[in-house]
């Protein structure tokens, strides 16, 4: 019986002594819990997905300066009108650039340059349809265009007739061709501008 208390006890005290060892060897090499790698991949905090605003901005539209080639510069306003229908910036320039295209005209034809000022009355007549959604904006009216064209075609007439009557033959000629250039189908001044080439033709004979 005491034999086997004192061998209980023997392995009692071995089993302390291992617990102690072990514990003391941990503290030398300086191994803890709070070294045992960690994932933390696992622990990345999870971030919500920025809200995006759902208005977009508006494009920027390329506004052209108001050159000589009214037409194109025309074509370029309704283009972008077409898709930019409410853009009031936008519709505000292209009234401003036919009102600046009517000053100019008028600026011609107070030069007496009828041929280019009759061009530009042109244009603005035949486009004037396309104005109708800023017509309030601008500084004239239908009437005022076509009474500007109507003068500026008789002056041409006239003065290619009185240059003709004058013997001016390249004079007349050039204020017709600039006449028909706005009405092709004027016959009148058709006939004229062949009679004046053919007499041209037939003084460079002799």
């Not at 009214?70 to 409410?86: C, G, L, N, V």
């Not at 603005?124 to 004239?140: E, G, I, P, Q, R």
């Not at 008789?154 to 017709?176: C, M, V």
Request: hydrophobic content about 30%; overall charge positive.
């Amino acid at each position: 019986m005491n034999y086997f208390h004192t061998t209980r006890r023997f392995f009692t005290v071995m089993i302390f002594l291992a617990l102690i060892f072990t514990g003391c060897a941990q503290m030398k090499t300086g191994t803890s819990s709070s070294n045992i790698p960690v994932d933390r991949a696992a622990h990345k905090p999870v971030l919500e997905p920025s809200k995006q605003t759902s208005a977009q901005e508006s494009i920027p539209i390329k506004r052209p300066h108001v050159t000589g080639d009214y037409q194109k510069t025309i074509d370029f306003y309704k283009s972008e009108q077409a898709k930019y229908p409410y853009d009031q910036t936008l519709t505000k320039d292209y009234a401003r650039n036919v009102d600046e295209m009517k000053d100019a005209a008028d600026q011609e034809y107070e030069k007496e340059k009828y041929t280019s000022a009759c061009k530009t009355y042109s244009i603005l007549a035949k486009n004037y349809s396309a104005f109708k959604t800023f017509v309030h904006m601008l500084s004239f009216n239908r009437s005022d265009i076509n009474k500007k064209l109507n003068d500026c075609k008789s002056i041409l007439s006239k003065k290619g007739f009185q240059e003709y009557r004058e013997g001016n033959l390249n004079e007349a000629i050039a204020l017709w061709q600039g006449y028909l250039t706005i009405d092709p189908n004027n016959a009148d001044i058709r006939k004229a501008v062949n009679t004046a080439t053919l007499q041209q033709k037939n003084l460079q004979k002799k």
